[in-house]
């Protein structure tokens, strides 16, 4: 297997944690008194929208390794063109060259 495919596996993973993580957060029973519960509200606002971010970047991961498997991974699913290895390694689950992602 490829270097990307084993970035991309290990962020898959490292993505599913933090995904279990947030979800045992948002299904804790509040227990604590009213100024207690001011506090965790906005800590369930912030678990949520990281919560949120992390599911946007495992779907990306997700299809990524989906390309990778298809022997796509490194051509631009826009244009067909070769993405950039250096925009690989900085970005591991981009499916667009430079010039299509600013498009």
Do not use: F, W
Not at 8 to 14: I, K, N, S, T
Not at 20 to 41: C, F, I, M, N, P
Not at 71 to 91: K, N, Q, S, V
């Amino acid at each position: 297997m490829s270097e990307r495919y084993e970035v991309l596996r290990r962020l898959r993973d490292d993505l599913e944690a933090r995904l279990a993580r947030y979800q045992t957060h948002q299904r804790r029973v509040l227990d604590k008194d009213s100024r207690e519960q001011a506090g965790e509200v906005q800590n369930d606002e912030v678990v949520e929208a990281l919560d949120r971010e992390a599911r946007d970047e495992l779907a990306q991961v997700l299809h990524a390794l989906a390309r990778l498997d298809a022997g796509e991974g490194e051509t631009c699913e826009r244009c067909g063109g070769a993405i950039d290895p250096r925009r690989l390694m900085a970005l591991p689950y981009t499916t667009r060259c430079l010039a299509c992602a600013d498009a």
